[in-house]
């Protein structure tokens, strides 16, 4: 792995310090809260100075190059820097269900979890605790820490924050939600989503390059787009995935996702209050045919839903 050189060279350790210099006045996000996390303060996403987690587990139900035949070793991060309306994790998102823990013992997991034969350790909704999952990675190392790295993120990143993941990150897999600011500041309160987020993936792509897979076709380097078709198309799919296409390359992967359904606030939103609909979910999957998207997963649309 690149962070056993980073560590090596003492690079490791210097990007831990700076991140943690920014939790005085975080600016981790693009939400630039200014919470002294280091005193205490939280923020929009809720996350004070410790990690806390909802969950530590073994995960077979992602993309197969992430499950692999043994599974991903998946860490669920409380809190989040969006607060989409639709959100089906939205205990551990929003309400910050979880256990605190301290990084020794983020680092503990991440062995335990290499001990259970997993391909990698993926941190979902990790970005506002990007420097204590650099530290957890910094203890695990002398302790014979060595999986690829997942940074399963909602894409709305800080340039600067990811260059503190150059090298340490093997596998992003970021979401592309909308191609709209105004959908993405109603739905998930996030100003500037678009720009933002291309400029992330973007540099997620620049690190990382298109994915690579061993033997086993187990991934173990490079970038997966995943995209949540809307109802309304209130994702703008007709206008990201030709982005992706012409931004990113016609190579890269794409996870076009049918699985929307109105959790937590969405059920009292108008045009938001019900599923996908066959036509909806079928225009997302023309335009990723024409824009010569061929690499990735098209999720089946469930009738029962698809008929709502």
């Known amino acids: 792995m690149d962070y056993f050189a980073l560590y090596k060279s003492g690079e490791l350790l210097k990007r831990v310090s700076r991140a943690y210099q920014q939790l005085l006045a975080c600016d981790l996000c693009p939400h630039d809260c200014g919470a002294n996390r280091i005193k205490g303060e939280r923020g929009i996403c809720g996350a004070g100075l410790k990690p806390k987690i909802a969950s530590?587990?073994?995960?077979?139900?992602?993309?197969?190059?992430?499950s692999g035949t043994n599974g991903s070793g998946t860490i669920f991060l409380s809190g989040c820097s969006l607060k989409c309306?639709?959100?089906?994790?939205?205990?551990i998102s929003q309400f910050g269900n979880g256990e605190e823990i301290t990084t020794v013992e983020l680092a503990s997991r991440m062995l335990k979890l290499q001990k259970q034969l997993v391909h990698?350790?993926?941190?979902?909704?990790?970005?506002?605790?990007?420097p204590q999952i650099l530290a957890a990675l910094w203890l695990a190392i002398p302790q014979g820490f060595r999986l690829p790295i997942i940074w399963n993120s909602s894409g709305y990143e800080k340039i600067d924050a990811l260059q503190l993941l150059d090298g340490v990150v093997s596998i992003y897999l970021p979401d592309m939600k909308y191609s709209d600011d105004i959908a993405a500041v109603e739905i998930s309160s996030a100003p500037d989503y678009c720009r933002i987020n291309r400029d992330a993936v973007t540099e997620m792509?620049?690190?990382?390059?298109?994915?690579?897979?061993?033997?086993?076709?187990?991934?173990?380097k490079g970038l997966?787009?995943?995209?949540?078709?809307?109802?309304?198309?209130?994702?703008?799919?007709l206008e990201t995935i030709p982005w992706i296409a012409e931004n990113l390359g016609q190579e890269t992967h794409i996870a076009l996702m049918s699985q929307y359904f109105p959790a937590h606030k969405a059920v009292e939103i108008p045009g938001m209050s019900r599923?996908?609909?066959?036509?909806e979910y079928d225009a997302a999957v023309r335009?990723?045919?024409?824009?010569?998207?061929e690499n990735g997963w098209v999720q089946e649309l469930d009738e029962e839903?698809?008929?709502?």
Do not use: M, W
Not at 56 to 66: F, K, L, S, W
Not at 224 to 237: K, M, N, Q, T
């Open 120 to 130: 990698n350790i993926n941190f979902v909704t990790p970005t506002h605790y990007l």
């Open 305 to 308: 839903r698809g008929s709502a």
């Open 205 to 220: 792509k620049r690190q990382v390059g298109h994915l690579q897979v061993d033997d086993n076709g187990v991934a173990v």
């Open 275 to 279: 599923p996908v609909n066959h036509e």
């Open 56 to 66: 530590a587990n073994v995960h077979r139900g992602e993309e197969p190059p992430i």
């Open 224 to 237: 997966i787009v995943r995209h949540l078709v809307l109802p309304e198309g209130r994702a703008g799919s």
């Open 85 to 91: 309306v639709f959100c089906q994790n939205f205990p």
């Open 287 to 293: 335009v990723l045919e024409e824009a010569g998207l």
